[in-house]
């Protein structure tokens, strides 16, 4: 569907508003137009490039410190982070993440970054995962950027949290799960003789 300039910059400011990490080419490609054009939209609205955003995001926004790993072990780059609340990272699957034969993504990467974004999100100085239920629901390939959103979902009475963790190339949902997660300062001493999950 053609929509004129106005109707097309409307709808790109709200894309971008929804997902600030969505690149140049994923728009053209949502909006059938070129790079350049989304390029000249962006200027026309003072929407800063890709690489602003993400600083902007990180500069403003980013008021807490992670608790429960060091930072560098984090697989993705942090840009948002409220403890116990929500966090968001972001991963370019480059040639060291994906199958050589196919350029696919391996799994277990995608899984990394949204596990430890769930640990990341954790306010203690010990958060360790107890159960995790995940899906894929699209391959990702190279040269894909995922941003993954995590939001904490609340306390059971064992003392342990629930992240939900959902992953994005563009607007399209990759992966999902929840990561019950143990942490010491909510642990009220469960029977030894308990199973864990």
């Known amino acids: 569907m053609k929509r004129n300039k106005k109707e097309r910059q409307n709808l790109l400011k709200k894309t971008i508003e ?5 690149t140049d080419e994923e728009l053209a490609g ?30 403003h926004q980013w008021n807490e410190t992670v608790k429960a790993l060091p930072i560098d072990e984090i697989i993705g780059q ?13 991963l370019d699957i480059g040639p060291e993440h994906v199958f050589s034969r196919n350029r696919i993504a391996r799994g277990h990467h995608l899984f990394a970054q949204a596990n430890s974004l769930a640990v990341a999100v954790i306010d203690d100085e010990l958060a360790l995962t107890a159960r995790a239920d995940i899906k894929f629901t699209r391959q990702v390939k190279q040269g894909e950027r995922v941003v993954a959103k995590a939001t904490a979902a609340g306390n059971d009475r064992k003392g342990r949290t629930a992240v939900e963790v959902e992953s994005f190339v563009g607007t399209e949902k990759v992966f999902s799960g929840v990561f019950t ?16 999950d």
């Not at 009220?188 to 864990?196: A, Q």
């Open 18 to 22: 929804e997902m600030p990490f969505t």
């Open 30 to 59: 949502k909006f059938s137009v070129s790079i350049q054009t989304i390029r000249l939209d962006r200027m026309e609205l003072s929407i800063p490039e890709l690489r602003e955003r993400i600083k902007s995001v990180a500069t």
């Open 78 to 90: 942090v840009v948002d982070l409220e403890l116990d609340k929500r966090a968001i990272s972001i």
């Open 181 to 196: 997660m143990f942490r010491s300062t909510d642990y009220k001493g469960e029977s030894s003789n308990e199973n864990s």
